[in-house]
């Protein structure tokens, strides 16, 4: 069974089976097939080998990415770029366009998928009124996941990623989070905070190269 079977396989089953704050609603793209066409084109690209990854987690998928697409940080603009084409309205995610200008400057998306694999803290995302949801912005919320959460990533891990070193997209509370669990279930060795793509996109811009350049000198390290 290569990665991509793993991860198609992993992305299937899941599920939040506890009981959300009112008014919060799960996005579950994994449950749509026109989603799952697009992750089995982009996995199978990219992961059809049985080579272990290094993990990157984001936060949570949002409406305009992951959310859609089923595929963490690629919006449909993206998917059409990886020669995957599909009818979905190309509106761009500005944490897409961060991560995909730092993939290129990597040396593109088949060097660096060969080496890393973005999941998210959950890897289901949340919206209420129709906006984004971190997991983490409803009090509360944090520990009714916890258990799909713990789960979500021994399923990951199993799959053979790295337990070294994972990286964490964000340096406030989703990486306070996963530091918190890993204390307990000792997933990974080390956890590095890298400054959420958002963030940088949406307050940082005028500096885009630095941080591509940063991200870069902390994922080769």
């Known amino acids: 069974m290569t990665l991509a079977d793993q991860i198609l396989s992993f992305q299937r089953k899941l599920r939040i089976k506890v009981q959300l704050p009112k008014g919060v609603d799960v996005m579950n793209p994994y449950r749509d097939k026109l989603s799952m066409a697009f992750c089995e084109q982009f996995y199978r690209k990219f992961y059809s080998?049985?080579?272990?990854?290094?993990?990157?987690?984001?936060?949570?998928?949002?409406?305009?990415?992951?959310?859609?697409?089923?595929i963490p940080f690629t919006d449909p603009v993206k998917l059409e770029a990886l020669g995957i084409n599909n009818e979905l309205a190309k509106k761009r995610e500005l944490s897409a366009d961060f991560i995909y200008a730092m993939i290129d400057s990597c040396g593109g998306p088949e060097k660096f998928y060969s080496q890393f694999y973005f999941g998210a803290v959950s890897p289901l995302g949340f919206v209420r009124e129709d906006k984004n949801l971190n997991y983490y912005d409803i009090k509360?919320?944090?520990?009714?996941?916890?258990?799909?959460?713990?789960?979500?990533?021994?399923?990951?891990?199993?799959?053979?990623?790295?337990?070294?070193?994972?990286?964490?997209?964000?340096?406030?509370?989703?990486?306070?989070?996963?530091?918190?669990?890993?204390?307990r279930y000792r997933f990974f060795e080390n956890i590095v905070a890298l400054p959420h793509p958002r963030f940088i996109m949406?307050?940082?811009?005028?500096?885009?190269?630095?941080?591509?350049?940063?991200?870069?000198?902390?994922?080769?390290?």
């Open 202 to 221: 949406q307050y940082r811009r005028k500096r885009l190269t630095e941080f591509i350049e940063l991200y870069k000198a902390r994922l080769f390290a």
């Open 49 to 70: 080998d049985d080579k272990g990854r290094t993990m990157i987690l984001g936060i949570n998928p949002g409406r305009f990415g992951g959310g859609i697409t089923g």
């Open 140 to 183: 509360g919320l944090p520990a009714l996941l916890e258990t799909f959460i713990v789960k979500c990533l021994k399923e990951q891990m199993a799959m053979g990623m790295h337990q070294k070193i994972c990286f964490c997209l964000g340096e406030g509370e989703n990486f306070k989070f996963i530091q918190h669990l890993n204390k």
